[in-house]
């Protein structure tokens, strides 16, 4: 997944973020199958489940059966065709997710070769908030940082500047 683009920054800004909002001692449900984010946080004392890579448009089982007090969702939503589902299912009262922002100079992704990995949504933050607040969910902090990348060009450019991640920490009405 990660061949020569290891993304350091968008791990270093989400362990950070995880890091200020929820103590090691409260157990999380990660959406996905494991990554090499849900190792980082396992590596930094976290105790992680993953769901088992059902389709979360259909599939809720993991997130009705799981005891954590905690979910999170790093770039999860936007492959979902109705992600207000499954988080009105969730069971925990903590929510930290991550979505890439929707970017006015670049079209949605779309792998040609990986039908799990497209985007459906590229939200704006203020999409996202709303798709949250319909959810049962109150944002508590949030913070956007940009993706810049080493490469000649005007997209590169613009990258170094445009934020490219939305993270946030939601609590269950």
């Not at 997944?1 to 449900?29: C, D, G, V």
């Amino acid at each position: 997944m990660y061949e020569n683009s290891f993304p350091n920054k968008r791990f270093e800004h989400t362990l950070y973020f995880l890091q200020k909002h929820i103590a090691t001692s409260q157990p999380i449900l990660d959406l996905g199958v494991e990554n090499p984010f849900s190792k980082i946080m396992t590596a930094h004392g976290y105790q992680i489940e993953n769901t088992k890579g059902e389709d979360l448009d259909l599939d809720f089982s993991t997130v009705l059966s799981s005891k954590a007090e905690v979910v999170t969702a790093f770039e999860i939503f936007e492959h979902l065709l109705a992600p207000f589902n499954v988080l009105r299912e969730i069971k925990a009262d903590k929510l930290v997710a991550s979505i890439p922002m929707r970017l006015w100079f670049s079209p949605a992704y779309q792998s040609k070769t990986d039908p799990w990995d497209r985007h459906y949504h590229e939200f704006e933050d203020w999409q996202f908030d709303w798709l949250l607040e319909k959810a049962g969910w109150k944002i508590v902090d949030r913070t956007k940082f940009t993706n810049p990348v080493n490469k000649l060009g005007f997209r590169p450019l613009l990258r170094k500047f445009t934020p490219r991640y939305y993270l946030v920490y939601a609590e269950r009405l």
